[in-house]
């Protein structure tokens, strides 16, 4: 017999499309999934005004996992939908339960726009994190153009341990996975919205992080399924958002966080990358335009953590291997990744 499991269900329920073309699982209506030998009872959220398409939902997951082998009965039940504030305790609620072992903080690295530094920000910043002493964990979640491998000069495919669990690469004692690892370079994959997700819940859960204090998500561009595995799934302390100063990156690093406050996630703070050109009589040129981010910041009342220059030596480190932090270990610019891990270090405790 099929054995049904917690990850089929949720893939089939995120194949589920509301009128707007949203998931279920995306359009957080599902309350709750429980299932036990094959018999499985959904709950749905619905409220006066949705009742009815919830009603239609509920119908249709119910026709389609009785065609699935393995399914011995299938109930779709309503509730009625919490208020905000009970629906943010529930959240906290269920980020305690899945946990990730000995992890105590994960924060992801994301933006709107794509090749605007997140990956060179995630490798920087943990290295810098792991040069004041914190245990750093680096999980590359993007699994269209995986870049962490490259950028630390690791190959090759991890192993499971006794216990099943993936032993993740290491980096001068960081502990690194990356879907990189488990997929051919020149293989194209065509990845769908419940392939993403498991892909990296798995990734997340599987890997044997060990005892961390920090996981840093480097997370690929905009506000696809990726982003939605990772804010629902995944018990993330926050999300810091990296954008380049010209107005386009600023509009889609807006939309960025837009995306992660509607599912409850904090924004922890803005990074500006690429914000000016340090030229040799120590002036500042402001290639993409001046103040950018912070002005952002300023009007949507989200800390604004440091600006990072744009220099030639931070992508030839990555090019070669080896985070820029490491390459150098004194200077401005090295000192602007420290300062920028002790302030999110910061923000973190604050939040506790
Ligand atoms: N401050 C910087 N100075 C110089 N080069 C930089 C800087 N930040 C990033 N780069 C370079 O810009 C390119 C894009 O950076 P990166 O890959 O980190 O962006 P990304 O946001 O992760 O991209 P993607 O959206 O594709 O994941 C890389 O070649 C990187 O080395
Ligand atoms: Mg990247």
Same mark, same amino acid.
């Given at each position: 017999?099929?054995?049904?499991?917690?990850?089929?269900?949720?893939?089939?329920?995120?194949? #589920?499309?509301?009128?707007?073309?949203?998931?279920?699982?995306?359009?957080?209506?599902?309350?709750?999934?429980?299932? !036990?030998?094959?018999? #499985?009872?959904?709950?749905?959220?619905?409220?006066?005004?949705?009742?009815?398409?919830?009603?239609?939902?509920?119908? #249709?997951?119910?026709?389609?996992?009785?065609?699935?082998?393995?399914?011995?009965?299938?109930?779709?039940?309503?509730?009625?939908?919490?208020?905000?504030?009970?629906?943010?305790?529930?959240?906290?609620?269920?980020?305690?339960?899945?946990?990730?072992?000995?992890?105590?903080?994960?924060?992801?690295?994301?933006?709107?726009?794509?090749?605007?530094?997140?990956?060179?920000?995630?490798?920087?910043?943990?290295?810098?994190?792991?040069?004041?002493?914190?245990?750093?964990?680096?999980?590359?979640?993007?699994?269209?153009?995986?870049?962490?491998?490259?950028?630390?000069?690791?190959?090759?495919?991890?192993?499971?341990?006794?216990?099943?669990?993936?032993?993740?690469?290491?980096?001068?004692?960081?502990?690194?996975?990356?879907?990189?690892?488990?997929?051919?370079?020149?293989?194209?994959?065509?990845?769908?919205?419940?392939?993403?997700?498991?892909?990296? !819940?798995?990734?997340?859960?599987?890997?044997?992080?060990?005892?961390?204090?920090?996981?840093?998500?480097?997370?690929?561009?905009?506000?696809?399924?990726?982003?939605?595995?990772?804010?629902?799934?995944?018990?993330?302390?926050?999300?810091?958002?990296?954008?380049?100063?010209?107005?386009?990156?600023?509009?889609?690093?807006?939309?960025?966080?837009?995306?992660?406050?509607?599912?409850?996630?904090?924004?922890?703070?803005?990074?500006?990358?690429?914000?000016?050109?340090?030229?040799?009589?120590?002036?500042?040129?402001?290639?993409?335009?001046?103040?950018?981010?912070?002005?952002?910041?300023?009007?949507?009342?989200?800390?604004?953590?440091?600006?990072?220059?744009?220099?030639?030596?931070?992508?030839?480190?990555?090019?070669?291997?080896?985070? %820029?932090?490491?390459?150098?270990?004194?200077?401005?610019?090295?000192?602007? %990744?420290?300062?920028?891990?002790?302030?999110?270090?910061?923000?973190?405790?604050?939040?506790?």
């Amino acid at each position: 017999m099929t054995n049904i499991t917690q990850e089929m269900i949720e893939d089939e329920l995120a194949k #589920i499309t509301l009128g707007n073309k949203k998931s279920i699982l995306e359009a957080n209506i599902v309350e709750g999934i429980s299932h !036990k030998d094959g018999h #499985i009872q959904i709950s749905l959220y619905a409220n006066k005004s949705n009742i009815e398409e919830i009603e239609k939902i509920g119908k #249709i997951i119910e026709k389609k996992f009785t065609t699935i082998k393995g399914v011995m009965s299938i109930t779709a039940v309503l509730t009625n939908e919490p208020t905000k504030e009970e629906k943010s305790k529930k959240l906290s609620k269920d980020k305690s339960v899945n946990k990730i072992e000995g992890v105590k903080n994960i924060i992801a690295i994301a933006s709107g726009k794509g090749g605007v530094g997140k990956s060179t920000v995630s490798i920087n910043l943990a290295s810098a994190f792991s040069l004041i002493g914190k245990k750093v964990g680096i999980l590359d979640a993007d699994i269209h153009g995986p870049s962490i491998p490259h950028m630390l000069g690791l190959k090759g495919k991890p192993e499971l341990n006794s216990k099943k669990k993936i032993v993740p690469f290491e980096f001068r004692g960081m502990k690194v996975m990356s879907i990189g690892f488990l997929v051919d370079e020149d293989q194209p994959v065509v990845w769908r919205g419940p392939m993403v997700h498991s892909a990296i !819940k798995q990734m997340a859960t599987d890997t044997d992080w060990g005892d961390l204090d920090i996981l840093i998500i480097d997370m690929p561009p905009g506000t696809g399924d990726a982003q939605i595995t990772v804010s629902q799934h995944l018990p993330l302390n926050g999300a810091i958002i990296v954008s380049t100063p010209q107005p386009v990156a600023l509009n889609d690093a807006i939309k960025a966080i837009g995306m992660f406050k509607k599912v409850n996630i904090d924004i922890l703070g803005i990074i500006e990358n690429m914000s000016y050109l340090l030229l040799a009589d120590g002036t500042k040129e402001n290639i993409f335009g001046e103040n950018g981010a912070k002005e952002m910041s300023k009007n949507l009342n989200i800390k604004f953590i440091n600006e990072i220059p744009l220099d030639k030596k931070i992508r030839e480190s990555s090019d070669n291997g080896v985070p %820029f932090v490491f390459t150098e270990l004194k200077g401005q610019i090295n000192e602007i %990744f420290t300062s920028s891990a002790k302030k999110i270090e910061k923000i973190l405790e604050s939040k506790l």
